[in-house]
């Protein structure tokens, strides 16, 4: 493998692109707002109802799906490593 090979990000995504990011976690203390904080840290601009909600059948969990315009594979890849890292969200999809 050469050096270039190391550097190469392979994805199927064509960037710019639309993309929606899920997370999960428990229903309380403004959880939605919560993964929005943390996905616009990479995405500074999305825009208003670009965050979508849905409750869990007994209204324990919430889930939270956000779509932004993806520029980079890197982008995305940090968001899902501060995702998983949250201590809140319990899935990142």
Do not use: W
């Not at 208003?48 to 059948?57: N, Q, Y």
């Not at 209204?59 to 982008?75: D, E, L, R």
């Amino acid at each position: 493998m050469s050096d270039t090979d190391n550097n190469s990000e392979e994805t199927l995504l064509e960037f710019p692109c639309s993309f929606s990011i899920k997370a999960m976690g428990k229903d309380e203390d403004e959880f939605d707002a919560h993964v929005a904080t943390l996905v616009r840290r990479h995405v500074p601009d999305f825009g208003e109802g670009a965050v979508k909600t849905r409750p869990s059948r007994n209204g324990n969990f919430i889930s939270v799906t956000v779509s932004i315009t993806a520029t980079s594979k890197k982008q995305l890849d940090d968001i899902y490593y501060d995702l998983t890292a949250d201590q809140r969200v319990i899935m990142a999809l």
